[in-house]
């Protein structure tokens, strides 16, 4: 039975392949901070890594073009004054990334649209409530602007980010420390595993937990949970006698996993990567040479085993593209970007077909970058499932993307409003969300930065004309 379901499997020949040396990114010096955490995040115009940065921490943010050996002084995004541990990069907006680090705060960054020219120190929100290190980050699938945090001081909190106020604190739900924390596909429910050996599923909005389940995995070592799209939940975790395992759910009845699968004994952390549109689990063990990967279907044994990626370098981290930055025309159905000591190297998983048309089986339409709702709508109880878009003809980004951060100083403002004007299109949204007593409060404080900045700059256009005349003479 095992057989005959993966041999019908359209998934069973996938295939994984690194890409040649010169598509790699060279001499990255990979943060050696001690966190289960990827480290690296990706999405369809950027890869976002955490480096080593003495006094503070830091990241890369690269273009994906920008291959090949990466410059010592190539400028990183160094607002933070303690490690970073975590990145995540906003689904509805490509050039905004969230940060978490040990100097307990949260900082979320906007990134010019080529890349950085200069080191990025003004984040455009910071923010703050967490009294310990902040370990997870996590964007909401559907809604704009919100953003989860969960740190070592065993609490959850639900950010706005457009008006940089912590909406929901999950306190005394955790006894233990945090090691993993999932939404599921349209953001109503979180599932979060804990150092307590507990799985936990929560409805962030009305403080309660919904579900929970005691060692779920045996072992002491820290387990992984994360949300289907049929809404069942995969974890990974250890035996009592430290073997891997995963295992497969049904949050209305936890009292034994449908399916618990034991792997190999191990030690490194299992990263569950997911893929809702092909119900595919790829798992990265922290410290393993390899990627395996999974089929999760409602046929038994349920969660089947398609192959495994090899290679001779153990992994530090791995970012995992979203659907929408793949390349269809090669069936490539996701791709990984595996850290090492020194290096960053994508892997790109494929599945073999003689056919050079658009397979539709293997693609259906998947997650874009729209938000279904706005951060306010989310708050008080609205649930949506993601826009979808097609791949059929490639995933474009859009060229006039909204600002979707509300920022706090002078010059992030300047940018806003310059957005704003320049690559409005009728019938687009307003570019923060705000709420909308303080529009006009925030506009006249916006037009009054933009005189001040005008005024500034007409005067430095006085000084430079002077300092060039000043050398004129002296050339003479």
């Given at each position: 039975m095992f057989r005959r379901v993966v041999r019908q499997s359209k998934f069973r020949h996938v295939?994984?392949?690194?890409?040649?040396?010169?598509?790699?990114?060279?001499?990255?010096?990979?943060?050696?901070?001690?966190?289960?955490?990827?480290?690296?995040?990706?999405?369809?115009?950027?890869?976002?890594?955490?480096?080593?940065?003495?006094?503070?921490g830091a990241f890369l943010v690269l273009p994906l073009h920008k291959t090949?050996?990466?410059?010592?002084?190539?400028?990183?995004?160094?607002?933070?004054?303690?490690?970073?541990?975590?990145?995540?990069?906003?689904?509805?907006?490509?050039?905004?990334?969230?940060?978490?680090?040990?100097?307990?705060?949260?900082?979320?960054?906007?990134?010019?649209?080529?890349?950085?020219?200069?080191?990025?120190?003004?984040?455009?929100?910071?923010?703050?409530?967490?009294?310990?290190r902040v370990g997870i980050v996590s964007w909401h699938p559907t809604a704009r602007n919100v953003l989860l945090s969960a740190g070592c001081d065993n609490l959850i909190i639900v950010w706005n980010v457009g008006t940089g106020e912590a909406m929901i604190n999950l306190e005394d739900m955790h006894q233990d420390m945090i090691y993993s924390v999932c939404w599921n596909r349209n953001g109503s429910l979180i599932c979060t595993t804990s150092k307590d050996k507990k799985i936990r599923v929560i409805d962030p909005r009305n403080e309660k937990i919904t579900v929970e389940k005691d060692k779920?995995?045996?072992?002491?070592?820290?387990?992984?949970?994360?949300?289907?799209?049929?809404?069942?939940?995969?974890?990974?975790?250890?035996?009592?006698?430290?073997?891997?395992?995963?295992?497969?759910?049904?949050?209305?009845?936890?009292?034994?996993?449908?399916?618990?699968?034991?792997?190999?004994?191990?030690?490194?952390?299992?990263?569950?990567?997911?893929?809702?549109?092909t119900n595919v689990v790829y798992l990265c063990g922290k410290g393993d040479s390899s990627i395996r990967y999974f089929e999760v279907t409602e046929e038994t044994p349920y969660v089947h085993f398609l192959n495994t990626y090899s290679s001779k370098e153990p992994q530090r981290g791995m970012g995992y593209m979203p659907k929408r930055g793949l390349d269809v025309n090669k069936c490539e159905i996701s791709r990984f970007y595996k850290l090492q000591e020194r290096k960053c190297e994508p892997i790109i998983m494929t599945v073999p077909r003689k056919s050079d048309l658009f397979q539709d089986d293997l693609y259906p339409d998947t997650a874009g970058p729209d938000a279904a709702l706005e951060a306010e709508d989310w708050f008080e109880g609205k649930?949506?499932?993601?826009?979808?878009?097609?791949?059929?003809?490639?995933?474009?980004?859009?060229?006039?993307?909204?600002?979707?951060?509300?920022?706090?100083?002078?010059?992030?403002n300047k940018l806003a409003v310059k957005k704003k004007t320049e690559n409005s299109v009728p019938g687009s949204k307003p570019a923060a969300a705000t709420p909308s007593i303080q529009n006009e409060a925030k506009l006249d404080e916006i037009l009054k930065e933009i005189r001040t900045l005008k005024d500034l700059i007409g005067s430095q256009d006085k000084r430079i004309a002077k300092l060039e005349d000043q050398m004129a003479k002296i050339a003479i």
């Open positions: 295939f994984g392949q690194a890409v040649k040396n010169d598509q790699c990114y060279d001499d990255i010096r990979v943060s050696r901070v001690t966190w289960d955490s990827s480290f690296c995040a990706v999405n369809p115009k950027f890869v976002a890594i955490i480096i080593e940065a003495s006094g503070g090949g050996r990466i410059d010592k002084s190539y400028p990183t995004v160094c607002g933070h004054t303690g490690p970073v541990l975590d990145i995540d990069w906003c689904p509805h907006n490509d050039q905004v990334i969230a940060s978490g680090s040990e100097d307990c705060t949260v900082m979320v960054w906007q990134i010019p649209e080529n890349g950085l020219a200069l080191p990025l120190s003004e984040p455009a929100v910071v923010l703050e409530g967490h009294s310990k779920a995995h045996e072992g002491a070592r820290p387990m992984r949970a994360i949300f289907l799209s049929d809404g069942n939940i995969f974890t990974t975790g250890f035996s009592r006698m430290s073997e891997r395992q995963v295992a497969l759910w049904n949050p209305q009845n936890m009292d034994e996993p449908i399916a618990l699968h034991e792997l190999d004994s191990s030690n490194g952390v299992l990263l569950p990567f997911y893929d809702p549109d649930n949506a499932d993601p826009i979808l878009i097609s791949l059929k003809h490639g995933y474009i980004p859009g060229k006039n993307r909204d600002l979707k951060v509300v920022k706090k100083n002078f010059l992030d």
